[in-house]
């Protein structure tokens, strides 16, 4: 069997470490492995000898890095960067967006995804995540405007509904706000704490059978979340039945100790944690 000249055997093994260590593809793969890219695209963004284009990528892919990783600062500072050598990558300000969002700066977030949707009009994730950012700074009406154009663009988006039922209470319109509570759930029928939100709607329509359904199934779904509790609590006493009341806010207290609010509620009803 004939064997590969020395040089070429060499020139062929070189390349081949070469494509395994190709970081522009480490560093497009954030999902699969954050300090990895991390790595791969700061080689990229010091290395000096990448386009323009490619450089703003790596920014892109190592911001996205960081935020999966938490490091909220990092992720926005790297989008920056990322912005300046390309200021019409409307994906790169969602994800600016995104972090902000995280670091609960809703007004930050607002701009981002308002530039972000100046590019892309269509992008039904801008529009639903800009409505969550309306909902936290209280502007209702905006939250359901853009979570309206959402659901528009996509039905199935149940981040939007959940987010418009829950401008809707704010707003007092609880009809709305249970039909919407009630379109999360029927995409994400495992998610517990929608019922807890549609059973507090119920409560508010004096609803209480129903209030009281969404309140068991919660607390089967999440028994280790204190706000099913705390519901069911709330309807035990508003129909009288305070030893149940008492129980369920001792089941609260003994999932979440820290909740000031149930050791006062007990005490109200005369009764110890």
């Excluded at 990322?82 to 972090?99: E, F, I, K, M, P």
């Excluded at 359904?213 to 979340?225: E, G």
């Excluded at 000031?260 to 005369?270: F, I, P, S, T, V």
Aim: hydrophobic residues 40%; glycine residues 4%.
């Amino acid at each position: 069997m004939m064997r590969a000249p020395p040089i070429l055997a060499a020139m062929l093994l070189a390349g081949a470490i070469a494509a395994c260590d190709d970081p522009r593809a480490d560093c497009a793969n954030v999902q699969a492995d954050a300090e990895r890219a991390i790595r791969a695209c700061t080689a990229i963004v010091n290395g000096g000898r990448d386009t323009k284009h490619n450089v703003a990528l790596a920014f892109y892919n190592r911001g996205i890095a960081h935020s999966n990783k938490g490091k909220y600062d990092d992720a926005i500072s790297d989008l920056t960067q990322s912005l300046g050598l390309d200021h019409n990558h409307a994906r790169a300000y969602y994800r600016r967006a995104l972090a902000h969002y995280s670091k609960a700066d809703n007004e930050a977030a607002i701009a981002d995804f308002t530039e972000a949707l100046r590019l892309n009009p269509k992008d039904r994730l801008a529009h639903s995540r800009r409505g969550g950012a309306n909902l936290n700074k209280g502007d209702y009406s905006a939250a359901v405007a853009d979570t309206t154009e959402a659901i528009r663009l996509d039905a199935n988006d149940d981040f939007a509904y959940a987010t418009r039922a829950a401008a809707h209470y704010a707003l007092r319109d609880y009809d709305r706000a249970v039909a919407d509570f009630t379109e999360a759930i029927r995409i994400t029928p495992r998610d517990g704490k929608r019922y807890v939100a549609r059973g507090w709607a119920h409560c508010k329509l004096l609803k209480t059978a129903a209030a009281l359904a969404d309140a068991d199934y919660a607390i089967a779904l999440s028994p280790a979340n204190p706000a099913p509790h705390e519901l069911r609590a709330y309807i035990h006493e508003r129909l009288g039945r305070k030893d149940d009341a008492i129980a369920d806010l001792r089941a609260a207290l003994r999932v979440d100790p820290s909740r000031q609010e149930n050791r006062k509620a007990l005490q109200r009803l005369g009764a110890q944690p």
